[in-house]
T-cell receptor, first 113, second 114 residues
Framework: GQQVMQIPQYQHVQEGEDFTTYCNSS?????IQWYKQRPGGHPVFLIQ?????EVKKQKRLTFQFGEAKKNSSLHITATQTTDVGTYFC?????????????FGDGTTLTVKP | DGGITQSPKYLFRKEGQNVTLSCEQN?????MYWYRQDPGQGLRLIYY???????QKGDIAEGYSVSREKKESFPLTVTSAQKNPTAFYLC?????????????FGPGTRLTVL
């Protein structure tokens, strides 16, 4: 079945440093979604990427979808303590009406002030 | 105020007992999902439903059962057959099933089996 690998599992940074998490799929994806889960909270949708090579920005966050649509990345510039949490990617492949995605295991970001 | 509610937030049960977790949404979404989250792991799909009176097994359905009798409700029963039921359970919904719809998550239920 489809597998989505996410690295690293944990990342500890000093406030102001950059952060990147990578998501790799074993199959070609139709699209990929990114979610953020704050400690003790529930996942919240951040963004969706659909097109090959697509790049989207949200303030200090930059999301990329690979040319082959098998990988994606989330980059945060100049981290802040509010960025703390676990970032998940969720990949969809095959029949886009199939109804289910596969989540990566997430990257947990801690930021030292 | 639209959203997804899950109750209770914390639940304790004795081993061997079945327990039902509630999930209600007033977003008028067609699709609903149940995920299990364990420490250090991602979200694993238990069951999902794209329409009332229909549902499909996810990746880890063994030991769980669901029903979808109403659009707004998608309760999950953790049966005694589930070998390791202690976990954080998240319910989600989306406008429709399929890949282009974001999922909205409830606050979760933390189940502890003693």
């Amino acid at each position: 079945g489809q597998q989505v690998m996410q690295i690293p599992q944990y990342q500890h940074v000093q406030e102001g440093e950059d952060f990147t998490t990578y998501c790799n799929s074993s199959t070609t994806l139709s699209n990929i979604q990114w979610y953020k889960q704050r400690p003790g909270g529930h996942p919240v949708f951040l963004i969706q990427l659909v097109k090959s090579g697509e790049v989207k920005k949200q303030k200090r966050l930059t999301f990329q979808f690979g040319e082959a649509k098998k990988n994606s990345s989330l980059h945060i510039t100049a981290t802040q303590t509010t960025d703390v949490g676990t970032y998940f990617c969720a990949g969809w492949s095959g029949n886009t009406n199939a109804g289910k995605s596969t989540f990566g295991d997430g990257t947990t970001l801690t930021v030292k002030p | 105020d639209g959203g997804i509610t899950q109750s209770p937030k914390y639940l304790f049960r004795k081993e061997g007992q079945n327990v039902t977790l509630s999930c209600e949404q007033n977003l008028n979404h067609d699709a609903m999902y149940w995920y299990r989250q364990d420490p250090g792991q991602g979200l694993r799909l238990i069951y999902y439903s794209q329409i009332v009176n229909d549902f499909q097994k996810g990746d880890i359905a063994e030991g769980y059962s669901v029903s979808r009798e109403k659009k707004e409700s998608f309760p999950l029963t953790v049966t005694s057959a589930q070998k390791n039921p202690t976990a954080f359970y998240l319910c989600a919904s989306s406008k429709a099933g399929g890949s282009y719809n974001e999922q909205f998550f409830g606050p979760g239920t933390r189940l502890t089996v003693l």
